[in-house]
T-cell receptor, first 114, second 113 residues
């Protein structure tokens, strides 16, 4: 079974802090994704990566950056956390070029910015 | 810009009844995915639909794709309480394998005894 592991289930940080969310997958997937999920808005793509050191902006990249130094690990960085970044963050991974395979999701990190 | 619209957003139904959730999307795509999310849990893949006319079934759920109408349906047959969850459709309009998905807002299904 594919395992996508997010480092924290719950996280509380303060406004202005630099926040790191970590995601690791064990299936040698090329693609990795970061989404945020908000009530009534569904899932929105923040950033994705299709290879080590490669990244592309999603639909809502403002206020975020990412890092992919190793194939299995994809980090989401909130450079200076703000209260409007309080949300559920979901990491996902998939094979590149195999659209018959779905994205696999981690359990999510519920982040509160105070 | 691809837009994905699900309806209804909320659905309350009785056990044993049938119902359909609709997923409309705005630009050409032949790759559509359905996911289920239980409260406090992550998303679980249900179906992958990759061509016009594709139909997949698992238990009481059946999904279909009409790429010409840009419409997918998720049909629930003889609902049971265990199907209570939020269901999302997601559409991929990218070329190649990067799978940049756009999700609908989700349909929260409650099945009452």
């Amino acid at each position: 079974d594919v395992k996508v592991t997010q480092s924290s289930r719950y996280l509380v940080k303060r406004t202005g802090e630099k926040v790191f969310l970590e995601c690791v997958q064990d299936m040698d997937h090329e693609n990795m994704f970061w989404y945020r999920q908000d009530p009534g808005l569904g899932l929105r793509l923040i950033y994705f990566s299709y290879d080590v050191k490669m990244k592309e902006k999603g639909d809502i990249p403002e206020g975020y950056s990412v890092s992919r130094e190793k194939k299995e690990r994809f980090s989401l960085i909130l450079e200076s956390a703000s209260t409007n970044q309080t949300s559920m963050y979901l990491c996902a991974s998939s094979f590149w070029g195999y659209s018959n395979q779905p994205q696999h999701f981690g359990d999510g990190t519920r982040l509160s910015i105070l | 810009e691809l837009k994905v619209e699900q309806n209804p957003l909320f659905l309350s139904m009785q056990e044993g009844k049938n119902y359909t959730i609709y997923c409309n999307y705005s630009t050409t795509s032949d790759r559509l995915y359905w996911y289920r999310q239980d409260p406090g849990k992550s998303l679980e893949s249900l179906f992958v639909l990759l061509s016009n006319g594709a139909v997949k079934q698992e238990g009481r759920l059946m999904a279909s794709l009409d790429t010409k109408a840009r419409l997918s349906t998720l049909h629930i047959t003889a609902a049971v309480h265990d199907l209570s969850a939020t269901y999302f459709c997601a559409v991929d309009s990218t070329q190649g394998g990067s799978e940049k998905l756009v999700f609908g807002k989700g349909t929260k299904l409650t099945v009452n005894p």
